[in-house]
C-alpha cells in the first residue's frame, strides 16, 4: 500500500532475493501463504462491500470531498498450522518461517531485508501454542498509532479468538514487534494473556508446535467481521453513561486545530464539552465515544473508538488542506453514524508531509452550517 516505503530497493532486493534462495528460502506472496495454509485454515470470512455516499465539504457545499465509492474489504482467514517435523519459527519483524518459507500475512516482507542486516542474536523461546497476530515494525509513519494496533492488530485477535469456541489455549504465547504502550497492555490483558505470555519478537526467537494466525486485509476498510469482532471484544469495558453529550475531540501533536482556543469558544455556546488529548485508559476512551450524541474534532486516531458510538451519532471530521483519507467515513458507515466532513485551512509550504500539517478553522462558516446538523442532532434524540 501507499503509505508504506519498502525498503527493498533494486539491485539490493535483487541480490537479497538471490541469496535467500541459495539458503533455500523462499519469500511468499499473499496468495501463495493462502494456499500453502489451506489445509490449516480454521475459519474464513469473506469480503465485505459498502457502499460510501458522496462527502460534500460542510463549510463549501459546491465542493466534493469524498465521491460516492464501493468500499471493499478482502476476505479475512484464521489458521492453526500444527508443525510436522520441519523446523517452524518466528522471525524477528514477526512474520513465521515456515520449511524454508517466509509466509505473508499483512503487507509484505520489506522487513526482512534489514533484519538479515543486523546484527546479535536473540534468546529463544519454545511454545506449544504461539499466537502471531502481525509482522511489521512500529515506526510511527506507516505503523504504529492507535488505529493501526486497534485494526490491524488488536481486530485480528479478536477474530482469532473468535474461532476457538474455547478461547485460547491457557498457556498459549501472543508474540510480535510490541508498541508498548498503555493501551496495548490494557488490550491484551482484556484477552486474557498473562505479562510472561507477551513477548517482543525483537528480543525473542519463538518456536513452536502449533501456531495461530490471520491475515489483514484492506488498509482503510478493515473487513466488516473484524471490526465486529474488536466492537464485541471491547464493548464490556464500557461505562455507561445516562446522558448523551456534544463533544470536541482535542488534538495535540500533528494536524492541530492552530485557532483551537477560538473555535472552542464558539462551540461551547452550543454547549459542546471539550476532551482533551491525553493518555486515557480503554475504558475511558470507548465510554466517552459512547456517550457522544454530537462528535466533532480533527482527522485523528482518537476516531478510531467511534464504532463504540451509539447509532445516529453525529461525526464532523475536520481536515487539513492536503490530508483527506475516508477511513472514518467508512467506520461511521459500519456503525450507523451520521457523518459529515470539511477542509480546513490553506497548504503550508513549509510542511514536510502532508501527514503532519496542521490547520486553521474558519470559525465563522463553521458556525454557519453547524445549526441545521444540531436541529437533526435534536430531533434525532426526541424520536430515540
Given at each position: 500500500m501507499s503509505r508504506i516505503s519498502s525498503l527493498f530497493t533494486g539491485t539490493a532486493k535483487t541480490s537479497f532475493l538471490a541469496i535467500a534462495r541459495m539458503m533455500g528460502v523462499t519469500f511468499l506472496d499473499k496468495p501463495q501463504t493462502v494456499d500453502?495454509?489451506?489445509?490449516?485454515?480454521?475459519?474464513?470470512?469473506?469480503?465485505?462491500?459498502?457502499?460510501?455516499?458522496?462527502?460534500?465539504d460542510l463549510t463549501a457545499p459546491d465542493q466534493l470531498l469524498f465521491t460516492q465509492e464501493l468500499a471493499e474489504s478482502l476476505p479475512a482467514y484464521v489458521w492453526c498450522y500444527e508443525r510436522s517435523?520441519?523446523?517452524?519459527?518466528?522471525?524477528?519483524?514477526?512474520?513465521?518461517?515456515?520449511?524454508?518459507?517466509?509466509?505473508?500475512?499483512?503487507?509484505g516482507n520489506q522487513y526482512l531485508l534489514r533484519d538479515s542486516l543486523r546484527p546479535g542474536k536473540r534468546?529463544?523461546?519454545?511454545?506449544?501454542?504461539?499466537?502471531?497476530?502481525?509482522?511489521?515494525?512500529?515506526?510511527?509513519?506507516?505503523?504504529?498509532?492507535?488505529?493501526?494496533?486497534?485494526?490491524?492488530?488488536?481486530?485480528?485477535?479478536?477474530?482469532?479468538?473468535?474461532?476457538?469456541?474455547?478461547g485460547f489455549p491457557t498457556d498459549a504465547v501472543v508474540a510480535y514487534?510490541?508498541?508498548?504502550t498503555q493501551y496495548e497492555r490494557e488490550f491484551l490483558a482484556h484477552m486474557g494473556f498473562r505479562p510472561e505470555q507477551i513477548v517482543d519478537t525483537r528480543q525473542y526467537e519463538v518456536r513452536f508446535r502449533r501456531c495461530l494466525l490471520g491475515n489483514n486485509g484492506h488498509w482503510f476498510y478493515p473487513n466488516a467481521h473484524d471490526v465486529q469482532a474488536i466492537h464485541e471484544q471491547l464493548t464490556p469495558l464500557i461505562q455507561p453513561s445516562p446522558t448523551r453529550n456534544r463533544l470536541y475531540i482535542s488534538r495535540s501533536g500533528r494536524r492541530r486545530v492552530l485557532n483551537e482556543d477560538?473555535?472552542?469558544?464558539?462551540?461551547?455556546?452550543?454547549?459542546?464539552?471539550?476532551?482533551?488529548?491525553?493518555?486515557?485508559?480503554?475504558?475511558?476512551?470507548?465510554?466517552i465515544y459512547n456517550r457522544a450524541s454530537f462528535l466533532i474534532g480533527p482527522h485523528g486516531a482518537s476516531f478510531s473508538n467511534l464504532i463504540w458510538s451509539q447509532p445516529g451519532t453525529q461525526l464532523v471530521?475536520?481536515?487539513?488542506?492536503?490530508y483527506t483519507p475516508n477511513f472514518f467515513s467508512y467506520l461511521s458507515a459500519l456503525a450507523g453514524l451520521r457523518y459529515t466532513a470539511t477542509r480546513q485551512g490553506k497548504s503550508d509550504p513549509a510542511r514536510h508531509n502532508d501527514l503532519v500539517e496542521n490547520m486553521t478553522v474558519d470559525v465563522s462558516a463553521l458556525e454557519r452550517h453547524l445549526n441545521q446538523l444540531l436541529e437533526t442532532e435534536d430531533k434525532g434524540l426526541l424520536l430515540n
Amino acid at each position: 500500500m501507499s503509505r508504506i516505503s519498502s525498503l527493498f530497493t533494486g539491485t539490493a532486493k535483487t541480490s537479497f532475493l538471490a541469496i535467500a534462495r541459495m539458503m533455500g528460502v523462499t519469500f511468499l506472496d499473499k496468495p501463495q501463504t493462502v494456499d500453502l495454509l489451506r489445509p490449516h485454515q480454521q475459519a474464513f470470512y469473506p469480503a465485505t462491500q459498502h457502499m460510501l455516499p458522496a462527502v460534500a465539504d460542510l463549510t463549501a457545499p459546491d465542493q466534493l470531498l469524498f465521491t460516492q465509492e464501493l468500499a471493499e474489504s478482502l476476505p479475512a482467514y484464521v489458521w492453526c498450522y500444527e508443525r510436522s517435523s520441519q523446523p517452524a519459527r518466528q522471525l524477528r519483524c514477526g512474520n513465521i518461517l515456515i520449511d524454508g518459507r517466509i509466509l505473508c500475512t499483512d503487507y509484505g516482507n520489506q522487513y526482512l531485508l534489514r533484519d538479515s542486516l543486523r546484527p546479535g542474536k536473540r534468546q529463544l523461546v519454545e511454545v506449544d501454542t504461539l499466537i502471531a497476530p502481525f509482522g511489521h515494525y512500529q515506526d510511527g509513519i506507516a505503523f504504529g498509532g492507535y488505529y493501526d494496533f486497534i485494526y490491524l492488530v488488536a481486530a485480528k485477535l479478536s477474530r482469532i479468538r473468535q474461532s476457538f469456541p474455547n478461547g485460547f489455549p491457557t498457556d498459549a504465547v501472543v508474540a510480535y514487534p510490541l508498541f508498548h504502550t498503555q493501551y496495548e497492555r490494557e488490550f491484551l490483558a482484556h484477552m486474557g494473556f498473562r505479562p510472561e505470555q507477551i513477548v517482543d519478537t525483537r528480543q525473542y526467537e519463538v518456536r513452536f508446535r502449533r501456531c495461530l494466525l490471520g491475515n489483514n486485509g484492506h488498509w482503510f476498510y478493515p473487513n466488516a467481521h473484524d471490526v465486529q469482532a474488536i466492537h464485541e471484544q471491547l464493548t464490556p469495558l464500557i461505562q455507561p453513561s445516562p446522558t448523551r453529550n456534544r463533544l470536541y475531540i482535542s488534538r495535540s501533536g500533528r494536524r492541530r486545530v492552530l485557532n483551537e482556543d477560538t473555535l472552542v469558544q464558539m462551540l461551547s455556546q452550543y454547549n459542546f464539552e471539550y476532551v482533551e488529548d491525553k493518555a486515557r485508559s480503554l475504558s475511558e476512551q470507548l465510554s466517552i465515544y459512547n456517550r457522544a450524541s454530537f462528535l466533532i474534532g480533527p482527522h485523528g486516531a482518537s476516531f478510531s473508538n467511534l464504532i463504540w458510538s451509539q447509532p445516529g451519532t453525529q461525526l464532523v471530521e475536520l481536515f487539513s488542506p492536503n490530508y483527506t483519507p475516508n477511513f472514518f467515513s467508512y467506520l461511521s458507515a459500519l456503525a450507523g453514524l451520521r457523518y459529515t466532513a470539511t477542509r480546513q485551512g490553506k497548504s503550508d509550504p513549509a510542511r514536510h508531509n502532508d501527514l503532519v500539517e496542521n490547520m486553521t478553522v474558519d470559525v465563522s462558516a463553521l458556525e454557519r452550517h453547524l445549526n441545521q446538523l444540531l436541529e437533526t442532532e435534536d430531533k434525532g434524540l426526541l424520536l430515540n
